[in-house]
């Protein structure tokens, strides 16, 4: 008992620098962006009490309340399309040689956009998604000349458009988790499926969907807070434009504390955003529980 | 466990103390007046502190030279960054200890926080109100509760105009078989016709930050008369943004998308690319300021011109860059010298160098057509006394309900009449 309560001392000495900066840099600002939530405050003058006013504006105002819808949406395009199809293509190029060029290049080239800073992102995909973009110039080419549209100013079309360079960014991802993950399933479960006379389906539902339950509920958690958190995409290709069709939570936050000067109000959204993330998190954690 | 119960007694009580400090706020007393004020500058050594945005940063470098030539002892360092970035940050800026004695004056209700001078006083001592056209200087005087321009306290004191008008390109209109830039709003929707039988890009447009909004300001403005339309866009009590000029404005901007005279993909992209495809040939006229008379000047050069927007009452949107003194600076008389010098009759070709229309235009004479036209332009707008406040300024969301509304106007998700209504509810929610 004594070994074991030093060694959980020492644990401690350890955590402490990583630990106080948690506290310091992502606990004390969410402590206080609560507290400032119950005010009607600019940011610099004197700040007045609102109880749950902020609150309930954030439901009341369609602006705020749109933002968050859109950001459900966003899920779709973030997390569940790229942690699906990362599935797939893990599943599809687990017996490729790693080593095979075919297999290097596949994992380089989907990988890539992950290492991108999203600004840059941004800005390459607001020029394909231009008039004279690449998109339209390859549907002019091909005799779709009628569908072609500035994308991103198109009610229908800008936040699915968005959404289509979150499936690119987070594919990658993805597949690489997966992909590792693979690697160490044991192969007797897929010979076991063969000789049952399973295929190729019948072994990614029974065997790699079923191991792979830990990867898939980190990739689906990391995709999840990046589709409801994302600013940087938005604020470069479209600032939530038009007409407000793909404003989302981030970026209203910073409109609101920045531009309005609603301090309060901006960290009353922030922290109806952080607690729809926990409670998505909390779900994927109950629903991919490790039997 | 007992380490742990210590550290968990520690952060918590950093934690409260943390809380405690970033929720301490200064109270809000408006801008203060300085007890005194003079014109006789100290002699010591200091250094002034001038914040304010790029472009504008060239001419307020070459009026710094001149102010270090006639006082040696004081030293203007020039910050800039660009009006988004400093829109964001400057009021945080003029609160910190080190912060600008003067600095640009992002809106005119920032200063309700005591964050800088009433200078009504030192407008008084150097006679800042016979050099500045009253329709500027009023967007920069606001009333005891900080919720309307027009009023008594200035906040700033404005040191270049930036008028908005139409551009044309000559050649292009000629091809469309029309002779003379148009006056009326009947000349205009004629001109636009024939652009479009001629298979030109009849209006330029970028809305993607919202600039459709001129053209709903400019026809309401035009109809409705400089008078009644300075009254909203200075955030005067008892206005309406639910005027028939206005419902003019934005049913043409509508209609006009319909009849394809302005581009279908508009909402797409900003008024910079606007500004780029008109000079490459593509629209006949493009509604904009003088701010980017450098750049469209420099591709066109005699084949382009500016007027007055079109219609019965000859007006313009106009304001401009104003600067303000920090309440926090230890040299308020050397900020406010500073102030004088920028608008004064020696710092006026320096603006008008770098692109700038100068409050003291006085003697200013263009070098190109361009410059001539504008120079015109506004001369007969100020005669006029025509000039009205960007309706974006009245209230600090005002910009982004311009955009926003705009664009669902023009993509077929908003009526006239909501936008109309969804308009005047921001306005009077500041008020």
Known sequence: ????????????????????????????????????SFFNWDGIGSAVWNGFNNYSEVFRDPEQFNSIKHSLVLIGFFSVVPVTLGLVLAHL???????????????????????????????????????????NQFLENVGLGASTRGWLGDFNFALPAIGFV??????????????????KIDQHLYEAVQLDGGGRIRA??????????????????????????????????????????????????????FSYNRFGQACALAVVLSLITFLFILLINRVLKDN | MKISGKIKGVVFASLLALVASTSGAIAAGGAPSPSTVSKSITKKPITLRVFTTAPQNKVSEAVAKEFQKKYPNIKVVVQATDFPNYSQGIQLALKSKNGPDVALAANAFDSKNGLTLNLAKYSRLYGWNKTIPSTIAQQWKVTEDYKSMAGSIQVALPTNINIVGLYYNKALLKQAGITTPPVSMEDFEKALAAAK??????????????????????????????KSAAKWALGVT????????????????????????IPSDVNSYSLQDAVKNFTQGQGVFLNDGNWDAGTIDAAMGDNV??????????????????????????????????????????????????????????SAKGSTS????????????????????????????????????????????MSVATLISTVQADWASSR
């Not at chain 1, 790693?98 to 020029?127: C, D, E, H, N």
């Not at chain 2, 309406?240 to 206005?246: H, K, P």
């Not at chain 2, 004088?340 to 003291?360: E, V």
């Open chain 1, 166 to 183: 979150g499936i690119w960014l987070g594919t990658g991802l993805c597949l690489l988790l997966f992909n590792s993950g693979i690697q």
């Open chain 1, 93 to 135: 190029i687990s017996n490729l040689e790693t080593t095979s060029l075919i297999g290097r290049m596949s994992r380089v080239v989907i990988f890539l956009p992950q290492v991108l800073p999203l600004i840059a992102v941004g800005i390459a995909w607001k020029l394909i998604y231009s008039s004279q973009g690449v998109l």
């Open chain 1, 204 to 257: 990614f539902t029974s065997v790699t969907v079923p191991s792979l339950r830990p990867e898939i509920r980190f990739a689906s958690t990391i995709t999840m807070i990046a589709a409801l958190s994302g600013f940087d995409l938005v604020y470069v290709m479209t600032n939530g434009g038009p007409g407000g069709a793909t404003l989302v939570p981030g970026l209203e936050v910073f409109r609101l504390a």
């Open chain 2, 238 to 261: 008892g206005s309406t943004f639910d005027t028939a000029g206005n419902k003019l404005g934005a049913s043409k901007l509508l209609a006009w998308k319909e009849a394809g005279y």
């Open chain 2, 197 to 226: 039988k001629a298979g030109l890009v009849p209006l330029q447009m970028g809305n993607s930050q919202g600039h459709a909004a001129f053209l709903v300001q400019g026809i309401g403005q035009a109809t409705d008369g400089a």
């Open chain 1, 1 to 36: 008992m004594k070994k074991g309560r030093n060694s959980s001392s020492e644990a401690i000495l350890f955590v402490i620098p990583a630990l106080s900066l948690y506290l310091l840099f992502v606990i004390a600002p969410w402590i206080s962006a609560i507290s400032f």
């Open chain 2, 305 to 362: 011109g500016f007027i007055p927007f079109p219609g019965k009452n000859v007006v313009a949107i106009g304001g401009g860059d104003a600067f303000q003194i920090a309440s926090n600076s230890k040299n308020k008389d050397a900020a406010a010298a500073f102030l004088d010098m920028l608008i004064s009759a020696q710092a006026a070709p320096l603006a008008w160098a770098n692109g700038f229309l100068p409050t003291n235009v006085g």
């Open chain 2, 370 to 413: 361009l410059q001539n036209d504008i120079l015109k332009a506004y001369g007969n707008i100020s005669k006029a006394n025509g000039i009205v406040s960007f309706n974006n300024n009245v209230t600090s969301s005002m910009n982004q309900t311009l955009t926003t509304t705009t664009q669902a106007l023009l993509g077929g998700q």
